[in-house]
């Protein structure tokens, strides 16, 4: 057997509602010419109020600005010109000091060599020269 149909059920915002209640929301209502007349003027105050804020920004704005001008013109006028330095010569110390310890900063440390006797040293052969031998030929032949 079918279900019984299902009465019908109002919305519970309708139930309360006059059904004439949707069309009287979209009319505009009426003005006497009094009314109409002060509805025209408040919107004319208001634009003319609105226009008048407006140019009152633009007259800060403009004023700013000029301040700003007259600032940068001062500040491109006073401005000193930048001293450039004069080239000079530079003399560069030529000891033979320095060079040597530019030298040894550049290359490993050599240890120096042991000093030879005059019999010379058993298992060393005293025909061999060190490099500080020859270094001490080359200043002696200069």
Same mark, same amino acid.
């Given at each position: 057997?079918?279900?019984?149909?299902?009465?019908?059920?109002?919305?519970?915002?309708?139930? *309360?509602?006059?059904?004439?209640?949707?069309?009287?929301?979209?009319?505009?209502?009426?003005?006497?010419?009094?009314?109409?007349? #002060? +509805?025209?003027?408040?919107?004319?105050?208001?634009?003319?109020?609105?226009?008048?804020?407006?140019?009152?920004?633009?007259?800060?704005?403009?004023?700013?600005?000029?301040?700003? #001008?007259? #600032?940068?013109?001062?500040?491109?006028?006073?401005?000193?010109?930048?001293?450039?330095?004069?080239? =000079?010569?530079?003399?560069?110390? *030529?000891? =033979?000091?320095?060079?040597?310890? #530019?030298?040894?900063? =550049?290359?490993?440390?050599?240890?120096?060599?042991?000093?030879?006797?005059?019999?010379?040293?058993?298992?060393?052969?005293?025909? +061999?020269?060190?490099?500080?031998?020859?270094?001490?030929? =080359?200043?002696?032949?200069?």
């Amino acid at each position: 057997m079918a279900p019984p149909l299902s009465p019908c059920h109002t919305h519970v915002k309708n139930a *309360t509602q006059h059904p004439g209640l949707v069309l009287l929301e979209g009319k505009q209502k009426w003005h006497i010419k009094a009314q109409i007349e #002060e +509805d025209k003027q408040h919107a004319k105050d208001v634009h003319i109020a609105q226009e008048a804020n407006l140019q009152h920004g633009i007259d800060c704005i403009t004023s700013i600005e000029a301040a700003m #001008e007259v #600032e940068q013109g001062i500040q491109v006028t006073a401005k000193a010109k930048p001293v450039k330095p004069c080239a =000079r010569l530079v003399k560069k110390k *030529t000891d =033979r000091v320095g060079a040597a310890s #530019e030298l040894t900063s =550049r290359s490993p440390p050599v240890p120096p060599a042991p000093a030879q006797s005059q019999g010379g040293i058993k298992g060393q052969d005293t025909g +061999d020269l060190c490099e500080g031998d020859v270094e001490a030929v =080359r200043n002696e032949a200069q």
